[in-house]
């Protein structure tokens, strides 16, 4: 008998036992995604969330399975989870809009608007035509208190649906606040400039104050 036949055999065993392994893994993972994809379409989201989380187990290397893991625990309102997944999604592509569009939002969700911002700067530059990256982007502008910029963000908002409530809405509050900052910044700068007395002279005449005018 050669002496190198029982090493080929047990080589070979390990490599069927491998295969087969494999391909049970992959039946499981294939049911996991499934079983996902039912509750996330019954809107079972914690549900889902469970399901892709064991999914991710076991292909730890799918960038699309780490982003649907983050939706659902977005929607669960599990905002440090969903960053988690987003952001583990994004370091294996970077060039997926999800995962930096969520990122960004759930960011704005907990407080950290500038954390926020770069990844719906990305956002915007991978999807030019969703209407939701510059909505988002202005929404964490507002919140870092960049009027300015929030104020672009909203008007680009508009450029793509310009039927956007919520960001009709929120560039009236913005150009709000960006009035009164440049008031302010007139205060402190120019109060006592001509322009910034014809401007109060003005305002006093609109009050029937004309001496004082």
Avoid: C
């Avoid at 190198?4 to 995604?33: D, K, T, V, Y």
């Avoid at 379409?41 to 893991?69: C, G, H, I, T």
């Avoid at 669960?76 to 939002?105: C, E, H, K, Q, W």
């Amino acid at each position: 008998m050669n002496p190198r036949l029982p090493i080929l055999l047990s080589f070979l065993l390990a490599m069927a036992l491998n295969a087969f392994g494999q391909q049970e893994q992959q039946q499981e993972f294939s049911l996991l995604l499934a079983t996902a994809k039912r509750a996330q379409s019954d809107r079972e989201f914690a549900a889902a969330a469970e399901a892709y989380k064991k999914a991710v187990q076991l292909r730890p290397d799918q960038p699309m399975v780490w982003a649907n893991l983050g939706l659902m625990q977005e929607a669960t309102g599990d905002d440090s989870g969903a960053i988690d997944s987003f952001r583990r999604a994004g370091l294996l592509d970077s060039s997926l809009y999800v995962p930096n569009l969520f990122v960004g939002i759930a960011y704005t969700h907990i407080n950290r608007p500038r954390q926020a911002i770069p990844f719906l700067i990305k956002a915007e530059s991978l999807n030019h035509t969703d209407a939701l990256a510059p909505l988002s982007l202005g929404r964490a502008y507002a919140a870092d208190r960049n009027f300015a910029a929030a104020e672009n963000a909203f008007r680009r908002t508009l450029t793509i649906d310009n039927k956007n409530s919520s960001a009709w809405f929120a560039l009236g509050l913005t150009a709000i606040n960006v009035v009164e900052a440049r008031g302010w910044t007139l205060s402190d700068e120019a109060g006592d400039s001509p322009w910034a007395k014809s401007l109060f002279a003005e305002a006093l005449q609109k009050q029937s104050r004309v001496q004082e005018a």
